[in-house]
Structure formats: structure tokens, C-alpha cells
């Protein structure tokens, strides 16, 4: 089974905080993803990785940074936590089927910022 | 940008009939068409997928349809129960590159009542 986890599932953190969520994938995958979600707004890409120290912007990068030191660990980095970043984070990684991705979510972090 | 849009938002029925979610994409060159079911609590997890060269699948009690013409593609779930009940996305990418991009709807929270 694939198996993607998130080192909280649960977050409390003060404004200007800088924040660091990981995740670690077990299965050897290249790409992993960050996506936040929030109600009616669904699942958006803020920054996703597709080798080791290399990186690309989703939809939403700012206020975010990552890092891709080894294949299987994928951070996100809140440089100056605000408000506005309170949401529910998810990572994800792709396993190649043929030529199409299936895309594998870890449980999630709730991340609230006071 | 590719948009993909999902309805309807929430749908509540009773245990045994059917349920179908609705949804819409824009770019015409998407090829991959994945469908994810979030329970509370718990990241998205894969259910079924359907590629561009099909135009129906089934998998037990669930199915998915496509038609690219349209650019629609749906979800149903026949003899529903109460462990259905749960978040459903559906999303649009285009694979075959070294990586991809998901986009993904807003989700259709489904209510089953016993």
C-alpha cells in the first residue's frame, strides 16, 4: 500500500511564526505535491516537486516555500504564518501508471494560526 | 486555465438509491479523469479513474462516464449506504509529461440517509 504521512495532524501556531509542515512518502515516487483546502474553494496546488531540490509554483504560492532535500520527504515552509493561512494542508504524491499519474493524499494538516 | 467545475455541491438520499455527480472541465487536451472520496477527518483517497480512450467505467456499485465532446464526466454510486457518505471530488489532468498537474473540482458533499 502506498503510504503518505504528514508529521501533524494538528496545528496551532501565533502570527509571524514561521511554520515547517513534512511529509514522507514510502513508495520511491518522483513528484509530491502541497495543496490547501478550504471550504468551497476545494483543493488548491500551492507548490509541487518533480525531483530532488527541484521545485515548481502551483496556484497559490505566496506566503509558501518548499524544500526537496531527499526523494522522500517534501516540506512546506510558512515563512511569517498569518491568519489568512489558517486551512486544512494536504500532500500528495504520484505513482506513473503507463503514461497517467495516480495521485495518493496524505491524512491532512489543520493548521490554525491565532 | 483549466477549470473544472463539480454539481452539485452537497446531494442527500437514502440508503439504496443512487447518487450522481456532475462535472465539467475546459481544456480540451485533458486526458485523465480521477474521482476521490474525503471523509471526515482523512485526506482524499483515489475511488475510481477514468483515461480519455474510455468512455465508461465500472467498479462494483460505483461507475464513472465520459464524454469528451462535452467535456463532461460523472460519478454514480447505485445502492447507496451510509459509509458512502463523504466528500466527492472529481479532476482533470493531462498526463503523459514527466509531470502533472491535477485540477480539481470543488466537491459534492454526499449525505446518505439510513
Known amino acids: 500500500d502506498v503510504k503518505v504521512t504528514q508529521s501533524s495532524r494538528y496545528l496551532v501556531k501565533r502570527t509571524g511564526e514561521k511554520v515547517f509542515l513534512e511529509c514522507v512518502q514510502d513508495?520511491?515516487?518522483?513528484?509530491m505535491f502541497w495543496y490547501r483546502q478550504d471550504p468551497g474553494l476545494g483543493l488548491r496546488l500551492i507548490y509541487f516537486?518533480?525531483?530532488?531540490?527541484?521545485?515548481e509554483k502551483g496556484d497559490i504560492p505566496e506566503g509558501y516555500s518548499v524544500s526537496r532535500e531527499k526523494k522522500e520527504r517534501f516540506s512546506l515552509i510558512l515563512e511569517s504564518a498569518s491568519t489568512n493561512q489558517t486551512s486544512m494542508y494536504l500532500c500528495?504524491?504520484?505513482?506513473?501508471?503507463?503514461?497517467?499519474?495516480?495521485?495518493?493524499f496524505g491524512p491532512g494538516t489543520r493548521l490554525t494560526v491565532t | 486555465g483549466e477549470n473544472v467545475e463539480q454539481h452539485p455541491s452537497t446531494l442527500s438520499v437514502q440508503e439504496g438509491d443512487s447518487a450522481v455527480i456532475k462535472c465539467t472541465y475546459s481544456?480540451?487536451?485533458?486526458?485523465?479523469f480521477p474521482w476521490y472520496k474525503q471523509e471526515l477527518g482523512k485526506g482524499p483517497q483515489l475511488i475510481i479513474d477514468?483515461?480519455?480512450?474510455?468512455g465508461e467505467k465500472k467498479d462494483q456499485r460505483i461507475a464513472v462516464t465520459l464524454n469528451k465532446t462535452a467535456k463532461h464526466f460523472s460519478l454514480h454510486i447505485t445502492e447507496t449506504q451510509p459509509e458512502d457518505s463523504a466528500v466527492y471530488f472529481c479532476?482533470?489532468?493531462?498526463?503523459?509529461?514527466?509531470?502533472?498537474?491535477?485540477?480539481f473540482g470543488p466537491g459534492t458533499s454526499l449525505s446518505v440517509i439510513p
Open positions: 516537486s518533480y525531483d530532488v531540490k527541484m521545485k
Open positions: 513508495m520511491d515516487h518522483e513528484n
Open positions: 481544456d480540451s487536451a485533458s486526458n485523465y
Open positions: 477514468i483515461r480519455s480512450n474510455v
Open positions: 479532476a482533470a489532468s493531462m498526463s503523459g509529461t514527466s509531470y502533472d498537474k491535477v485540477i
Open positions: 500528495a504524491s504520484t505513482y506513473r501508471q503507463g503514461v497517467y499519474y495516480e495521485q495518493y
